[in-house]
């Protein structure tokens, strides 16, 4: 089950894409993809829907970010040693949190704004993890969309909005 939202910027519908590559609207079971819609118990009910049964989207929507309403976008820099050469910076000994700007996430065809006074773009592979059920000591993370970052100054740029597109998420797979 692969979901997405679909649709004008502002105006996503959720959906997912079945087997053979239909979308199909899925705005009668689930209001949008938000946090509580990749819950397990939210994940395990759409599950048990057919999707030949969901009303298939005609033409080519555009597809949007997979999630919305997200509370935090937190990042980590320089997480493997290569990135950390390329960038000529020394390997961090523990991790380096930031954070992006909620508006950073976009859909995987969308246009890419290049943040004023940028000079340069750069291209990254980011995967993200949604959790869906917070509790106080943990949270169950249910699904790993894959992000792409295209920003540019490293420090500045990933905060930018609409430099991060999302790939199509295929949770439960």
Same mark, same amino acid.
């Given at each position: ?17 079945? /087997? ?24 395990? @009910? ?6 030949? @049964? ?17 509370? /935090? ?12 050469? =390329?960038? #000529? ?10 954070? @992006? ?15 004023? #006074?940028?000079? /340069?773009?750069?291209?990254?592979? =980011?995967?993200?993890?949604?959790? #869906? ?23 500045? #740029? ?16």
């Amino acid at each position: 089950m692969k979901l997405v939202r679909y649709g004008a910027i502002g105006q996503e519908k959720p959906g997912l894409i079945d /087997k053979s590559g239909q979308l199909r609207d899925l705005s009668d079971h689930v209001k949008d993809l938000n946090g509580e819609a990749y819950a397990p118990a939210a994940l395990a @009910k759409l599950a048990t829907l057919d999707p030949a @049964k969901l009303p298939a989207v005609s033409g080519k929507p555009r597809i949007g970010a997979p999630v919305t309403g997200i509370s /935090k976008f937190v990042a980590i820099g320089l997480n493997y040693v290569d990135h950390a050469k =390329e960038t #000529g910076a020394q390997i961090p000994t523990e991790p380096i949190f930031f954070l @992006k700007a909620n508006t950073a996430l976009s859909g995987p065809s969308d246009p890419v704004q290049k943040p004023r #006074g940028s000079t /340069k773009l750069d291209w990254e592979v =980011e995967i993200a993890a949604i959790i #869906g059920t917070p509790s106080p000591a943990t949270a169950s993370v249910t699904t790993y969309p894959s992000a792409i970052s295209r920003s540019s100054v490293w420090v500045n #740029g990933p905060r930018a909005s609409r430099t991060t597109p999302s790939v199509r998420s295929d949770p439960g797979s």
